[in-house]
């Protein structure tokens, strides 16, 4: 048996934005393993990272555990893990080293480490897992158990999918993604972590508590920005009556008063969404949920079937609200399939909120103001705006890393910093981010307020105008030049401000 310690390196506070938001989770994919690995028989403790005052805590964790293993497994179903943020990656190296020198070996997994090992081979990891991992971790670890000096290219010699250094040389036999794991079954090791620390911030930023849970791994969409390091393509989703009673669980042990459903893609199939309820419905177990879910997913019955679930609020991938920048994403949505989705999950009392994306390859002018008048028509309750992305894996980033400098990665995830030659500068989508959240917080304040005069409208209007006024001061050198109109057309920005003061 060995003593093990599974870890992540997510620390909220090296992450100024979400520090700020303050919605913490915590990290299911991490706890998912510890519950494996004690089911094979080892003694497991846990170093989440996510509510720690910095690396420095990780020392003391390491003296209490005195580990023969380290495993840090990164929270697969924290999308922020996909950015492979510096700030995370060099807090990873720093404890892989102070792990070593402790004398513990170590293995690490996660996107950053899959698309990008070399880093933390060298801070001192015997392995490095590629993608999901688990049958590569159990060999690992049944060999460790065996023999515990076992050199790393014993280690793991013939296993594939694992990175591991070879006379100053990265060695890997890559194989491809591989579907989620059968063997992560059962409650993850909810035990291990401190609940009522989540709960204090919880309580104190929102008044009231959250949780997360995850019904599926993976996703089958092919949006060319999106890597999917861990599943590919992949999509695994549990048992309706299996997810229903690890809700049911965390209802009756912590008393959530909301849960985060970590899915990329939740519920798909409308027959599961109803399952679900039902089941929920049969043991008190529904707790109200937030879920991530595809405009082309939300039928009037799918909407529906949410709702007598217990979904209170719904996210979708809109991205854009330009048809032929969601074409060019191979987003495979419509624009008006937003707008039905919003108005399907507003029709149920379900908040909906909209996951904007700046900036993509090709997008112009009057693509932008496609997503301002988008947000304008649908009226979400919240938006989430970014810029585009290059994640190592996805056909964007083919596109664009002869375009990529030194910065390759965003330091955290309030940087949104442009790092390829799109049609603008940061500075330019910064303000385009600011322009847009403050339209959703204005539409929400006065739903019903539609005189031209209003004067709040009036001054955003005028931010929008000055903006798109001055817009070819933030033109990158080599972007397209934006599309003249010809006499008696329209121009595209009048169309956009307009559509404020319906």
Request: some cysteine; charged content about 25%; overall charge negative.
């Amino acid at each position: 048996m060995l003593k093990i310690q599974v870890g992540h390196a997510y620390f909220l506070k090296l992450d100024r934005k979400q520090w700020e938001r303050g919605k913490p989770y915590p990290p299911l994919a991490t706890i998912q393993i510890a519950a494996l690995l004690r089911q094979m028989g080892h003694e497991v403790s846990l170093f989440d990272a996510m509510l720690a005052d910095g690396v420095e805590d990780y020392e003391e964790s390491l003296h209490s555990a005195q580990p023969d293993l380290v495993v840090l497994y990164e929270d697969n179903f924290n999308y922020l893990t996909k950015m492979c943020l510096g700030r995370m990656r060099e807090a990873a190296c720093q404890m892989i080293a102070e792990a070593r020198v402790s004398g513990a070996r170590v293995i690490v997994a996660g996107s950053d480490a899959s698309d990008h090992p070399d880093p933390f081979l060298t801070a001192g990891a015997d392995a490095v897992l590629i993608g999901e991992g688990i049958a590569a971790l159990v060999t690992l670890v049944e060999r460790l158990d065996r023999d515990r000096q076992i050199h790393h290219h014993g280690l793991a010699a013939g296993v594939a999918g694992v990175a591991t250094l070879v006379d100053g040389q990265t060695q890997l036999l890559r194989i491809g993604a591989q579907p989620p794991d059968l063997r992560l079954v059962g409650h993850p090791a909810w035990d291990l972590v401190d609940i009522e620390r989540y709960r204090a911030i919880w309580q104190e930023r929102h008044g009231y508590f959250s949780l997360n849970m995850a019904a599926s791994r993976g996703c089958p969409f092919r949006c060319n920005w999106c890597a999917k390091p861990i599943w590919g393509n992949h999509y695994r989703q549990r048992h309706a009556e299996d997810v229903a009673s690890e809700m049911s669980y965390l209802k009756q042990a912590f008393k959530p008063d909301h849960i985060w459903m970590a899915d990329d893609i939740f519920g798909f199939h409308v027959d599961w969404v109803t399952e679900f309820g039902d089941y929920l419905s049969s043991v008190d177990g529904s707790i109200p949920f937030t879920i991530q879910t595809r405009a082309d997913l939300i039928s009037e019955r799918m909407a529906a079937a949410l709702k007598l679930a217990g979904c209170a609020e719904a996210w979708i991938g809109a991205e854009s609200g330009s048809q032929h920048v969601l074409d060019d994403m191979n987003k495979g949505t419509k624009v008006e399939d937003l707008i039905a989705a919003r108005n399907r999950l507003g029709a149920q009392d379900i908040r909906v909120g909209f996951f904007i994306q700046l900036g993509y390859l090709g997008e112009q002018l009057a693509d932008l103001l496609a997503t301002r008048e988008l947000i304008a028509q649908a009226a979400p309750d919240d938006i989430g705006v970014s810029v585009s992305y290059p994640l190592p894996g996805t056909l964007f980033y083919e596109k664009v890393k002869s375009q990529l400098g030194e910065k390759t990665h965003w330091q955290d995830s309030g940087d949104l910093a442009m790092m390829f030659r799109g049609a603008y500068d940061s500075d330019f989508y910064r303000q385009v981010h600011d322009l847009l959240h403050e339209q959703v917080a204005l539409q929400q304040s006065q739903p019903l307020e539609r005189h031209p005069h209003n004067k709040a409208r009036a001054a955003l209007d005028a931010r929008w105008e000055a903006l798109i006024a001055c817009e070819h001061e933030y033109r990158t050198k080599d972007a397209v030049s934006p599309p003249t109109t010809t006499p008696g057309q329209a121009e595209p920005p009048r169309h956009a401000t307009t559509a404020q003061n319906r």
